[in-house]
Structures are given as C-alpha cells and as structure tokens.
C-alpha cells in the first residue's frame, strides 16, 4: 500500500479515537471499561478505513498505484513496473483517449497526456507535425508517446516531432553572465532544457 506517499490521508489511532468518542454520549468518558472497548475498536477500525481508502484510490487512474496493473490489463498494455507511475498512467490516458476517429484535437489530447504539457498539432500533407511548447529538450517517454501516436495514427501519415532547445539569444535575453549560469552547476542536459 502507497499510505503517505502518494497523496493518502493515513488516519491515526488517535484521529479514530476522536471520531469515536464524538459519535457517543459523553458518560461513557468515565467508564474504564468503555475506555479499553474505545482503544481495541480504534485500532481496527483505524486499518479498515485506511485499507479502504488506499482500495478507493484504485478505481481512479489520477490516483492508482499497486492497481495500475489491472487499468492496464483493462487496455491491453503489458505492465512494465520499472517504468515511473506517471508513464504508466500517460499510456492508460492515451489508450482511453485514442478510441474513435482520428482528430487533430485527438492527437493533441493523446500527446498532451504523454508529455504533461503543451502541444501544438500541425498538420501537412501526409504529415503531422507535434510540437512540444511548454518545455525544452526531449520528453524521456519519446519513445512510449510514438508508440502510443503510431496506434491511433493512419499508417500513411508521417509523424514529425519538433523540440525546441537552448539557445544563444534566450540566454542573453535573461541577462545573466557566464559566471551566474556557471554557478548554477549544471549538467550539459540541464543546462540544455534549462529554461532562463
């Protein structure tokens, strides 16, 4: 279970307690026997109701995590655990996505749920161009994104990807000096999709 890591509200003993107590009439706070009822009844429900939630989390693609797997077995993917979460849930998205006729806002949204960003779709003749907007370099899921556009794609459409680097003059438009972007320490790939 993902409790505390993906966004889970894990409810404390304590916090059960509380509600317990809130439900019932104030006399029983002086009886000791209650009280050893109160902490036995708390701790259990207390792994009921958070067994439940992170269970609840399954049926929502946003917030699946040891569930995945079934969205995926649902859409015919082969789950690869090794990939992040997110990447497995851009797959889902675009294979829930890519059903129906194929639209230039179809391709937009199938790419836009890969990329979690911006995305212009131009079109040619027998070409279609994706431009990635809101980001610099190369997404690291290039590879599922063209996979992912290749199946809702007609074969004879060539598909374009236009990235957009560094460059000199977004550089100099930021006005800081080769001593301010060296002190940034950098690598050559951060440095490239840095955005000043």
Request: charged share 25%.
């Amino acid at each position: 279970m993902c409790y505390g890591e993906c966004g889970v509200h894990v409810k404390s003993i304590e916090e059960m307690k509380f509600e317990l107590k809130r439900e019932l009439p104030q006399f029983y706070d002086g009886i000791r026997d209650f009280r050893e009822i109160l902490n036995a009844n708390a701790n259990n429900l207390t792994a009921i109701d958070n067994n439940m939630d992170a269970v609840l989390d399954q049926l929502f693609l946003e917030t699946a995590t040891w569930g995945l797997a079934r969205w995926e077995k649902i859409f015919g993917i082969t789950p690869d655990e090794s990939k992040p979460l997110e990447q497995r849930r851009s797959l889902v998205k675009s294979k829930i996505r890519g059903a129906g006729v194929t639209t230039t806002q179809l391709v937009k949204e199938v790419a836009e749920s890969w990329y979690n960003g911006e995305i212009d779709v131009i079109e040619g003749l027998g070409i279609i161009g994706i431009k990635f907007k809101s980001r610099l370099g190369v997404p690291p899921n290039l590879k599922d994104l063209e996979k992912a556009l290749r199946e809702i794609m007609p074969a004879h459409l060539v598909i374009e990807y236009l990235f957009t680097f560094l460059v000199w003059n977004m550089i100099d438009a930021a006005n800081k000096t080769w001593g301010e972007i060296d002190a940034l320490s950098m690598t050559w790939d951060e440095f490239e999709t840095w955005t000043p």
